[in-house]
Nanobody, 124 residues
């Protein structure tokens, strides 16, 4: 069973930065597509970013493109989300997810494993 544990969330002022990490265990991390999603209070969980197993392909939601960067270190079984120029609308619980297929996807249904989430709060 794959376990995903997010870290790095917290409180930051608008315009600031945070780096989220997601450590994986119990599976073959280097073969998984990895993604980040987020869920704000009262809203649906939405796609943020995804990265192919090799790291060679990435895809971002329009609202984070140019501000967020997803990356991975297969030797450390870890995926990262560097978040810059944060604004109050980025406040949400951020979830890491793993997809056993080799196809990069933005759809929640395609992801097989999920972490518990880490809270990101951006103050004005």
């Amino acid at each position: 069973q794959v376990q995903l544990v997010e870290s790095g969330g917290g409180l930051v002022q608008a315009g600031g930065s945070l780096r989220l990490s997601c450590a994986a265990s119990g599976g073959t991390f280097s073969t998984y597509v990895m993604g980040w999603f987020r869920q704000a209070p009262g809203k649906e969980r939405e796609f943020v970013a995804t990265i192919s197993w090799s790291g060679g392909r990435t895809y971002y939601a329009d609202f984070v493109r140019g501000r967020f960067t997803i990356s991975r270190d297969n030797a450390k079984n870890t995926v990262y989300l560097q978040m810059n120029s944060l604004n109050t609308e980025d406040t949400a619980v951020y979830y890491c997810a793993a997809d056993r297929s080799s196809v990069v996807s933005t759809a929640r249904i395609d992801y097989d494993y999920w972490g518990q989430g880490t809270q990101v709060t951006v103050s004005s």
